[in-house]
């Protein structure tokens, strides 16, 4: 799952090769996140934890390298605050839900957030859904519906994870609004340095309380520093470098390589088959994704309005 957040408005979007290949690349390492949760054997929020910890050194650095000017006012402070506590509980509820349901499921609804952010700039602009909006919320609760009514197929523990991954996609929504407030006065890097620094000792503190295994075993250290490099790292950083050179549509569609990522790594490491109604479930909600993200330009201006 992504945390970068780049805001729209009028662009001239000028995209080369290696822009093009960075947004591929850093989509192909998120979606590695949840086999890396998987494969660990600390709790799923410890995973968490770890992945903020281990990353917070090489994104000092690169928050220090493109640092601005402006102070952490009060004002800055609590909204990286709100980011990285609404982070924290996203990731945790992410987490959980990957241990209980299958990779594609858990991809598609943690991702879910382009849908909510929707539904909020609606609800914002005080307004009924139009045209491609109407398409985005049948798609998804058509597709969810059918991908939720397989976890039961399964059992209550697969319904579980996905409500649990689709809770994180709402965590998700509410992240984006304080950090992309903050980023347009701290810088990309330095939100997420601050969201890193306020979201792990939150972690920390849930896998605790759940009485998580928090340092790794048997498995070591591999799983959770993957974990770090691919979501937090190479993920967030080639995204950082791209998201800005393309227009919603080329976004949309990249983003749908991650649950397809997802399920292939699903079906080839644990055995995850995805039946025909599996797929159509799937196919509904990344329908729904890319529709919002279309619909996002206008939406996202009563979202992410500045006070």
Not at 68 to 94: I, K
Not at 104 to 128: E, H
Not at 232 to 242: A, E, K, M, R
């Amino acid at each position: 799952m992504a945390i970068t957040t780049e805001p729209e408005g009028e662009k001239n979007y000028q995209a080369g090769a290696w822009h093009f290949a960075a947004l591929v690349g850093g989509n192909l390492a998120l979606a590695l996140g949840p086999w890396f949760v998987r494969m660990s054997d600390t709790g799923p929020v410890a995973a968490g934890f770890w992945r903020m910890v281990i990353a917070l050194p090489v994104i000092a650095l690169l928050a220090w390298r493109a640092r601005t000017p402006e102070p952490l006012d009060r004002r800055l402070a609590l909204l990286v605050g709100a980011a990285g506590l609404f982070f924290a509980l996203d990731l945790a509820s992410w987490h959980i839900g990957i241990e209980r349901t299958r990779l594609g499921n858990a991809t598609l609804f943690g991702n879910s957030g382009s849908v909510i952010l929707m539904i909020w700039g609606l609800v914002a602009l005080r307004r009924r859904p139009r045209g491609l909006e109407w398409l985005a919320l049948a798609a998804a609760l058509g597709g969810a519906a059918i991908l939720m009514g397989r976890s039961l197929e399964v059992s209550t523990a697969t319904l579980a994870g996905d409500l649990l991954c689709l809770l994180a996609g709402i965590f998700y929504a509410f992240y984006l609004i304080p950090a992309h407030r903050a980023r347009s006065g701290l810088g990309q890097w330095t939100v997420l340095l601050l969201v890193g620094l306020a979201s792990a000792p939150i972690l920390l503190a849930m896998a605790l309380a759940m009485g998580e295994p928090v340092w790794p075993g048997t498995a070591g250290w591999a799983p959770v520093v993957g974990l770090a490099l691919s979501s937090q790292i190479v993920g967030q950083g080639l995204l950082v470098f791209s998201l800005r050179h393309f227009p919603p549509l080329v976004i949309g569609v990249a983003l749908l390589t991650q649950p397809a990522i997802a399920a292939a790594v699903g079906w080839l490491a644990f055995g995850e088959v995805l039946g025909l109604p599996d797929m159509a479930g799937m196919t509904l909600v990344a329908c729904a994704l890319l529709l919002a993200k279309l619909a996002e330009p206008r939406a996202a201006r009563a979202v992410f309005a500045e006070r």
